[in-house]
């Protein structure tokens, strides 16, 4: 069976785009193939910087025989329609047409239209200039003198030749011949840009690869990479050092190389005074080198590691060099922020931002500082903290945003102002905190545990959403520009895996109060918590929780349960929520949660039933006199044990002992099966009947003190 | 080829490293001018580039352009950062196909053998939001240093470019620090001479650096520059008006694109010292970049109506 091998040679492709790049060219590629009826054994797409390269194995030569058959009209209808059928099937006359009866219609013609499969390398030939000229790159241009005329050519930069051969192993390959902008394809390569930059022939996928690593390229970008991390962990091993892993910097170096060479150099130890983070971030944003690390102590040492694109005629004596110079350059640089930096108080930077805008509408940092320092304090009691010290880490928090360092290296925000924090003698918590203000950053980050960090992390968010909400700048679908989700998940977060009990809706009012936004609606903390609820949902949905569950639970939502409305009553506190919904889990899955829920199921479709037959609700409370006059025992028990299941669930809810409560609702299943068991619900005393109709509305009532059943699936 | 003498070898001299710029792209076929007479943030603004980028007419040209970044300087004190620098400026309309070669050539001239140093060319995305234009390109490294940005122009002054240019441009003290590897800019040797008759970049710019850092930083007038802004972009539209075609003439042409040009180069600039100075808030600060784009766009489409441009005389 043939193979494709296409190449597309171009001039540099950042190294972000080409993994993405190679997955696009083979999906599309092998997609147009299968639609047109063409199957393949097996397809692999690589990427250099300067190629994307794609080889399909196992392709048919040529395409399956299409034999299709087209009802024409009856024998004998006019002659205009038997023209038109002809002409549709291709025809030169009737007398080719075959004639087919039918009880129905009676005699009518069928032609027989009979379509070879095309030639593989022809089909080929028509699908990939189009996959060329409409490739997805996240961004394109135009280039050279074809560029005049509007639909030229985009590509990611300039796409200087194109290789496409096809055919079986045995043979030589033909090249698939088209063209793409004055560009035709051929069977030419080009090796390494300075290594080997002649041009280079090849057939075939098999002598491709090969004949690329003879010319200093390696087309596998994780054979790059693993090159690159095996060479590194050598180098540094033999200083007696450890690679500072980097993943996402491995990949992007990988991008920048086809044939990579990883080289040692160090700097002045003077430079190890700087924060380690710092001496990383600098050398890995700016250099794309790696760091390392004595492993005894754990601490960064003064070398780094480049990879360089070249076997160098000195042995990269130069190439280590030049870097060097550039890395001390940027450590000088960093230091000479570190030492600036540390010459003014935190505190004396506050002024600054002022002039540092946060939002249009919400003001400057300045003003959201202020907010946020409000609201840490309103906090801090429920969650431990000691007010004074969540005001003054919160004031502080936003400070090292105005630092020469942030401003150079904004990923270091948080970090840096906890360093300055630690010189200027402030408490640990307060230091810690303003690194962790920002935490978490998403679902799998750190959640910061100590008080005065979790008060400031809470203020901040809250000041974030509760802000976007008054100015109703909501998330909508995909687009979340202020990533007000993550906030959201952040303090739900927070609260849970610190099992902390704070209010939302009054941290949202307080929130919402400062804010000097005039048409700030008094429905945003309702509208918040639902946002919430959701964001609650997802986030016990993804910690596997029933989703069925949580629904039981919302259901009973702001004030249902107990006919009061607003937000008096509503589920602002996330801890009880998630309690809830794991006691309400655990007691399903005992015996008698589960009969109580089956007597809970037959409860309601009586009721349901009986309350549409009589169109009326019977929702009042039982008269105890009609079960004690006429009721069976297991009626009177039924009642009994309701009136005092009902009593101790509130209580257990009141005092949130959700164990206790699903304990007492238990109670009931014994007495409810029996009353099922032995009791016809409808009696033939219409008073009779309708007080049992009540009984049942009060096993409904009872369980809904903790759930709504009826939500609760399987 | 005749042999340099030693003064002009660009691994010795700052202005051998220029002018073997210069003679390497006047080979090129590069008319070589002289810099624009006014003050400008980069070599993009010379009208040899922007708005000669614009248009259908090929176009090969190559300067050098001091250019002012008030916010940069550094009081004479940082050895990396200036307020006043020179950039090497090379357009060339439509990017010939093989302009990646012409300036590794280039580095050749100057003395960067690529059998020793890497060279590389790393994603860089350029953008000038006061000229309304974007390309796409690189930032070109030499063993870890960024020597040249090289871009395909896409848009100048809010219109496409066809056909695309390529341009690039050279950090000339940035270079010429790395060919005579020397750590401060102030040391560079500016004439390739030794001795008595040896010329440092800090002698001839180091009083400069610290008188326009006072300048930039404390001093300069900025209520005469935020009239200046205005008049020039009063000027600018002033001009733009006057140049248009007149009604009912045959000749269709924009007659005053070029001056009306200067002055939107002159808005940018007092704009780029008041920010320096501290006076433009952030909120302020991007309806200015707006202001000077929408006089870039204007002149742009006004050139657009000259013979530069591409219209028939």
């Known amino acids: 069976m043939p193979d494709l091998l296409l190449e597309l040679f171009s001039e540099e492709i950042p190294a972000r785009m080409q993994r993405r790049a190679a997955e696009d060219l083979k999906k599309l590629v092998t997609d147009a193939l299968v639609e047109r009826g063409f199957l393949y054994e097996g397809a692999q797409a690589f990427a250099t910087p300067r190629r994307l390269a794609l080889a399909v194995m196992g392709l048919p030569v040529k395409g399956q025989d299409v034999r299709e058959e087209r009802k024409g009209p009856r024998v004998g209808s006019p002659d205009a329609a038997i023209q038109g059928f002809l002409k549709g099937a291709g025809l030169a006359s009737i007398d080719q047409a075959r004639i087919e009866s039918d009880p129905k219609k009676g005699e009518f013609y069928v032609a027989v239209i009979e379509k070879p499969g095309r030639a593989t390398a022809d089909v080929l030939a028509e699908i990939l200039p189009q996959i060329i000229r409409n490739f997805p790159w996240p961004k394109s241009m135009r280039w050279g003198a074809a560029s005049k005329d509007s639909g030229s050519l985009r590509w990611v930069r300039p796409l200087q030749s194109i290789l496409c051969t096809f055919g079986p192993e045995t043979e030589d390959p033909e090249i698939v011949r088209f063209e793409v902008d004055g560009i035709a394809s051929g069977d030419v390569t080009y090796g390494h840009r300075f290594l080997a930059p002649d041009p280079i022939r090849v057939r075939r996928f098999d002598d491709y690869v090969p004949a690329l690593e003879r010319a200093k390229v390696v087309l596998d970008a994780d054979r790059r990479k693993d090159m690159i991390l095996h060479d590194a962990k050598d180098l540094a091993f033999a200083q007696g050092l450890e690679l500072v892993e980097d993943e996402g910097l491995l990949e992007e170096v990988a991008g920048l190389v086809e044939w990579p060479v990883v080289l040692m150099g160090s700097f002045d130890e003077a430079f190890l005074d700087i924060p380690p983070e710092v001496i990383r971030t600098t050398i890995r944003a700016n250099q794309k080198c790696f760091v390392l690390r004595d492993p005894a102590t754990g601490k960064l040492a003064n070398r780094f590691l480049l990879t360089s694109n070249l076997i160098a005629s000195d042995g990269g004596r130069t190439i280590v060099s030049g870097n060097e110079r550039v890395v001390r350059a940027r450590l000088s640089d960093a230091k000479f922020f570190w030492e600036t930096d540390q ?28 907010r946020i320092a409000a609201l840490a304090k309103e906090i801090a009691p429920y969650v431990g903290a000691d007010p004074a010290l969540a005001g003054r880490a919160a004031r502080l928090a936003k400070a090292d945003l105005v630092t020469e360092m942030v401003g150079e290296f904004p990923e270091l925000q948080g970090l840096m102002g906890r360093y300055y924090a630690t010189l200027q003698g402030e408490n640990p918590s307060v230091a810690a905190a303003i690194e962790e203000h920002y935490k978490p950053l998403g679902p799998s980050d750190r959640v910061p545990a100590d008080p005065v960090s979790v008060a400031v992390a809470l203020a901040d968010k809250i000041d974030t959403l509760v802000g976007f909400w008054a100015i109703d700048e909501k998330p909508t679908g995909s687009k979340d520009p202020y990533a007000l989700r993550r906030a959201a998940l952040g303090v739900i977060r927070l609260v849970i895996d610190n099992s902390l009990r704070v209010r939302l809706l009054p941290a949202f009012a307080v929130g919402s109060r400062q804010l000097k936004v005039t048409d700030a609606a008094s429905e945003t903390g309702d509208d918040l918590l639902s946002f919430f609820a959701d964001r609650l949902k997802v986030y016990l949905r993804d910690q596997g929780a029933r989703h069925d569950l ?73 008269d105890l006199q009609i079960v004690n006059d006429h009721g069976l025992i297991e009626e009177k028990a039924l009642a009994v044990v309701l009136h005092q299941a009902r009593e101790e669930t509130a209580a257990a809810v009141e005092s949130e002992d959700f164990e206790g409560a699903m304990r007492a609702l238990s109670r009931l299943r014994q007495p409810v099966d029996s009353f099922f068991d032995k009791v016809t619900v409808n009696a033939e005393d219409p008073a009779v009947r309708a007080n049992r109709l009540r009984l049942l509305n009060s096993i409904r009532e009872a369980t809904r003190t903790v759930a709504d059943f009826s939500r609760i699936e399987g | 080829m005749t042999s340099e003498p030693a003064h002009m070898n660009p691994a010795r001299s700052f202005q051998g490293l220029i002018l073997t710029l210069q003679r390497y792209w006047a080979e090129q076929g590069c008319v070589i001018l002289q810099p624009y007479d006014m003050e400008v943030g980069a070599g993009t603004f010379h009208p040899a580039t922007t708005l000669r980028a614009l248009g259908p007419k090929p176009w090969r040209a190559a300067y050098v352009q001091p250019s002012r970044r008030p916010k940069d300087g550094r009081y004479g004190e940082n050895p990396n950062r200036l307020q006043h620098y020179y950039q090497f400026q090379v357009i060339l309309k439509p990017n010939p196909p093989n302009l990646q070669e012409l300036y590794l050539g280039s580095l050749k001239a100057i003395g960067i053998d690529t059998a020793v140093h890497d060279v590389r060319f790393v994603e860089d995305d350029w953008e000038s939001p006061t000229l309304g234009a974007w390309g796409l390109g690189w930032e070109c490294w030499c063993d870890g240093m960024e020597v040249s940005q090289f871009t395909y122009f896409q848009q100048v002054a809010g219109f496409e470019c066809s056909p695309v240019a390529g341009e690039l441009t050279y950090g000339l003290e940035r270079l010429a620090m790395y060919l005579q590897g020397v750590e401060s800019i102030y040391d560079l040797n500016f004439n390739g001479l030794e001795g008595d008759q040896k010329v ?36 600018c539209r002033k001009y733009l008006e006057a140049g248009e075609p007149k009604e009912g003439s045959n000749d269709s042409r924009h007659l005053m694109a070029l001056p009306a040009y200067d002055q939107c180069i002159k808005a940018s600039h007092m704009f780029n010292l008041l920010d320096a100075r501290g006076v433009i808030s952030v909120t302020e600060r991007q309806s200015y970049i707006l202001r000077v784009r929408e006089l870039a766009k204007a002149c742009g489409a006004a050139w657009l109506k000259t013979e530069g441009g591409g219209v028939a005389a």
Do not use: C, W
Request: charged share 35%; net charge negative; no cysteine.
């Open chain 2, 200 to 235: 440092t970049y800090g002698d001839v710019f180091l009083q400069a650096e610290q008188e326009y850092s006072r300048h930039n930083f404390e001093h300069a007038d900025t209520e005469m520059l935020f009239r200046h802004f205005r008049d020039a972009e009063l000027a």
């Open chain 1, 343 to 370: 010459r003014v108080k935190l505190e004396e930077r506050l002024e600054k931002l002022k002039s540092i805008v946060f939002h249009e509408k919400l003001g400057t940092q300045y003003e959201r500082v202020e």
């Open chain 1, 550 to 622: 949580i629904d039981a639970v919302f259901a009973l939502g702001a004030g249902s349960a107990e006919g009061t409305t607003g937000s008096e009553n509503a589920q602002d506190d996330l801890l009880m929520i998630v309690r809830r919904v794991e006691a309400l889990g655990r007691f399903l899955d005992t015996e008698d949660g589960a009969n109580l829920l089956a007597g809970y199921r037959r409860a309601a479709n009586i009721l349901r039933i009986e309350e549409k037959k009589d169109g009326r609700a019977y929702d009042e409370v039982p």
